[in-house]
Every structure is written in C-alpha cells, then in structure tokens.
C-alpha cells in the first residue's frame, strides 16, 4: 500500500501563499500520477491540479489556473502545490492523491473516483 502525507497547510492571509508538500511512500513513485483535491464540510471533493508520471503534463482547474503550480521530484517521492494569490475562497481541506499508471496511461484524471490512494489531508485557511 501506498502512503501518501500531506503538510504545509495553515493560516495565510488572503493574497499570501502557501507551499503544500505530499510525500509518498511507494517505492517506485514514478508509477503514478498526481493529484490535489480540496474539500469544505458538505461538499464532493473538488479537483484542483493534477500532473502525469513524468512531471511532464500538468492541468489545473479554472479556479485556481494562473495562481497554483503543481510540479513533482520523482527524486525525492514529493509532489508539490505552490498556492499564490490565495483568497478566501480556497479555504479547505487539501488532499493529495496517486493514481497508478496502466498499460496505455500514466495521466492524471480529474475525477476522485479515479485515485487509488489517498492523504490525510491538510488545513488551508485564508482570512479576509
């Protein structure tokens, strides 16, 4: 099984920034691909970046595009969620996520259902 934790969260002040780290425990962490959800209480998980086995081919939702990078160190088994320009709206709970690579796919999906693995998950909060 692969283990993946969150940190980086915490209490910025709106147009602040935020780095958030995800270290995975797999081996071979090049088999997956990548993702960034966030959730508030109530709510589905929403999609917010995700990025191939290679690093090669990131995607963002329209929400945040333009103010969040998503970029990955095979290396080291860490992907990361650079957060600028943050605004109230981006407070919640933010999870990384692996999806194994297959035969004919090493590409992020922007579906939950579509991950395998998942994060614990770590507390954003934006203030006015």
């Known amino acids: 099984q692969v283990q993946l934790v969150e940190s980086g969260g915490g209490l910025v002040q709106a147009g602040g920034s935020l780095r958030l780290a995800c270290v995975a425990s797999?081996?071979?962490?090049?088999?997956?691909?990548m993702g960034w959800f966030r959730q508030t209480p109530g709510k589905e998980r929403e999609f917010i970046a995700g990025?191939?086995?290679?690093?090669?081919?990131?995607g963002y939702s329209d929400s945040v595009k333009g103010r969040f990078t998503i970029s990955r160190d095979n290396a080291e088994n860490t992907v990361y969620l650079q957060m600028n320009s943050l605004k109230p709206g981006d407070t919640a709970v933010y999870y990384c996520?692996?999806?194994?690579?297959?035969?004919?796919?090493?590409?992020?999906?922007?579906?939950?259902?579509?991950?395998?693995?998942w994060g614990q998950g770590t507390q954003v909060t934006v203030s006015s």
């Open positions: 996520a692996a999806k194994r690579r297959t035969y004919d796919s090493g590409a992020y999906s922007d579906l939950a259902e579509d991950y395998d693995y």
């Open positions: 797999a081996r071979t962490f090049s088999n997956y691909a």
């Open positions: 990025i191939n086995w290679s690093g090669g081919s990131r």
